[in-house]
């Protein structure tokens, strides 16, 4: 049962992570910064703009938008273990059955 839980949990860390790159693309960048170079998912890794090359500027400092990308990522790892546990709290009677 742990290894069915820790691999649903890889897969919805996987999902919300997506999402949250999505949101962080469409919220931050062009906001606190400018990267020429980056995309959707590469906008959501450290670091964010390469500053100096190619007009890549941070527009924010630098302690703002790593406080915002944390919360991002506390979200994308934080949601996924709370669906996981109220779903085992929900239906702990059927899992156990089903599961053990």
Known sequence: MKLR?????GLLVLVCALL???IWH????GSA????????????APPFAHEGRDGDVL???TRVIYT???VYVGTALLVPALALWLGGRLYERDL???WM
């Open 68 to 70: 915002i990308w944390a």
């Open 20 to 22: 949250c790159a999505m």
């Open 26 to 29: 469409a919220h931050m960048a």
């Open 33 to 44: 910064f400018i990267c020429h170079h980056a995309g959707i998912i590469s906008d959501f």
């Open 5 to 9: 839980m820790l691999t649903l949990y």
């Open 96 to 98: 156990k059955r089903s």
């Open 59 to 61: 527009l924010q400092p």
